[in-house]
């Protein structure tokens, strides 16, 4: 199956900055999906990815406050954007394998916004 | 978005016992339904999923049961162990949009020994 690498693990920035989380498929996806968990709760799903489309939003998120990008099939970028402390969480990026039901999930990465 | 809900919110067994964990949905095109478990501080890890077209699936001490006309599926986990203690989420795909995982709400499941 489909393995990704995702960057920072985890990182800590100040209230109004932005922050880019980064994701690496070691094979080539046709969509990449984005998730948010805050601490004892459930994934959400923010987005999904194609690669040289516009991402499409789920209900509550918007590209303007969590831009992602997919140049290309093993890659997609989130940023959040001005960052409040009500963004701390946990950012996943995933994607589905070759069979529909294979799905992978990157490592996260934990954001503290102080 | 909460299409996939599950219940109990929090569920305690001894061990030994069977834990049962219930997952209903609303989206009828949603054909595929997988669980996953995860630890503190860790991702999901897939543990079973099953088909829209079966009504069973087992896979050692965990077995999925199928109910597309209730739209209700649930899991069972036999012989708790203390190391089942997580939280567990059903989660479920349909064929448009990609086929984002959409997860439930969770269930937390402690084993006591």
């Known amino acids: 199956s489909v393995l990704l690498y995702q960057k920072p693990n985890r990182d800590i920035c100040q209230s109004g900055t932005s922050l880019k989380i980064q994701c690496v498929a070691d094979?080539?996806?046709?969509?990449m999906f984005w998730y948010q968990q805050f601490q004892e709760q459930s994934l959400m799903l923010m987005a999904t990815?194609?690669?040289?489309?516009?991402?499409?939003?789920e209900s509550g998120f918007t590209k303007d406050k969590f831009p992602i990008s997919r140049p290309n099939l093993t890659f997609s970028t989130l940023t959040v954007n001005n960052a409040r402390p009500g963004d701390s969480s946990i950012y996943f990026c995933?994607?589905?394998?070759?069979?529909?039901?294979?799905?992978?999930f990157g490592s996260g990465t934990r954001l503290l916004v102080i | 978005q909460q299409q996939v809900r599950q219940s109990p919110q929090s569920l305690t067994v001894w061990e030994g016992e069977t834990a049962i964990l219930n997952c209903s949905y609303e989206?009828?095109?949603?054909?595929?339904f997988p669980w996953y478990q995860q630890f503190p501080g860790e991702g999901p890890a897939l543990l079973i999923s099953?088909?829209?077209?079966?009504d069973k699936k087992e896979d050692g001490r965990f077995t999925i049961f199928f109910n597309k006309r209730e739209k209700k599926l649930s899991l069972h986990i036999a012989d708790s162990q203390p190391g089942d203690s997580a939280t567990y989420f059903c989660?479920?795909?349909?064929?448009?949009?990609?086929?984002?995982?959409?997860f439930g709400t969770g269930t937390t499941v402690s084993v006591s020994p």
């Open positions: 099953i088909l829209s077209v079966s």
């Open positions: 989206n009828s095109a949603f054909d595929y």
């Open positions: 995933s994607c589905a394998g070759q069979g529909d039901s294979d799905y992978t």
């Open positions: 094979s080539q996806v046709v969509s």
């Open positions: 989660a479920a795909s349909a064929p448009q949009g990609g086929r984002a995982l959409i």
């Open positions: 990815a194609n690669e040289g489309s516009e991402a499409t939003y």
